[in-house]
């Protein structure tokens, strides 16, 4: 069964600490996104992963991949208010004809 | 602002009915991408359109369909709508199908069955 499972589903953190949000996946991918959804808007692209080891960084998110292990992390570094929401990840699967396949998501919430 | 826009915002019907949800990609993106997107499901890819053709199938039902136009504008049609498929619609866009192929996407459609 193609499967996303993200982890935490929900996560409360206080300001200025630092966590990581894993995805894991069960299916042959050749690409990984994240996104990030506020409460009863759009998703907004953050990161889309390609290559086995591959880091990407923007303000204090970070994401990397790990093809063999078949493990996205996204990490949190010194977390702010701004950055509560709703975090999906979402892979392209390659086996057989394509489909996106999306994690259940993480709602993150940083308290003040 | 994504540059993808949806149409329309909000729709209320009846079960049984049929309606049809308009997306218009950012300028220069060729394909096009529908999701749904509902508390029991979470989110599901439906299908993709690049360049007015088919390129990939989720987990669309049969009474759903969808294309993409010329223009290339997508359409996707709703039909014998069911109770349980009241939910937020997304459109997304990106510049090609292969490759890098960021995803942007639309403030969505709230489709609400009665």
């Known amino acids: 069964e193609l499967k996303v499972e993200q982890n935490p589903l929900f996560l409360s953190m206080q300001e200025g600490k630092n966590y990581t949000i894993y995805c894991n996946y069960s299916?042959?991918?050749?690409?990984l996104y994240w996104y990030r959804q506020d409460p009863g808007k759009s998703l907004e692209s953050l990161f889309v992963?390609?290559?086995?080891?591959a880091v990407k960084q923007e303000g204090r998110l970070m994401a990397s991949l790990d093809t063999k292990a078949r493990l996205s992390t996204l990490h949190i570094t010194a977390a702010v208010h701004d950055l509560s929401a709703t975090y999906f990840c979402?892979?392209?699967?390659?086996?057989?004809?394509?489909?996106?396949?999306f994690g259940t998501g993480t709602r993150l919430k940083v308290l003040a | 602002d994504s540059g993808v826009t949806q149409t329309p915002k909000h729709l209320i019907t009846a079960t049984g009915q049929r309606v049809t949800l308009r997306c218009s990609p950012r300028?220069?993106?060729?394909?096009v991408y529908w999701y749904q997107q509902s508390l029991d499901q979470g989110l599901q890819f439906l299908i993709q359109?690049?360049?007015?053709?088919?390129?990939a199938k989720g987990n669309i039902l049969e009474r759903f369909s969808a294309q993409q136009f010329p223009d290339l504008h997508s359409e996707l049609n709703l039909s014998s709508l069911e109770l349980g498929d009241s939910a937020l619609y997304f459109c997304?866009?990106?510049?090609?199908?292969?490759?890098?192929?960021?995803?942007?996407f639309g403030p969505g459609t709230r489709l609400t069955v009665l």
């Open positions: 997304a866009s990106s510049v090609v199908s292969t490759g890098y192929n960021e995803q942007f």
């Open positions: 299916t042959t991918s050749d690409r």
């Open positions: 992963l390609l290559s086995n080891g």
């Open positions: 979402a892979v392209r699967t390659t086996s057989g004809t394509y489909k996106y396949i």
């Open positions: 300028s220069g993106d060729l394909s």
């Open positions: 359109y690049y360049n007015g053709e088919e390129r």
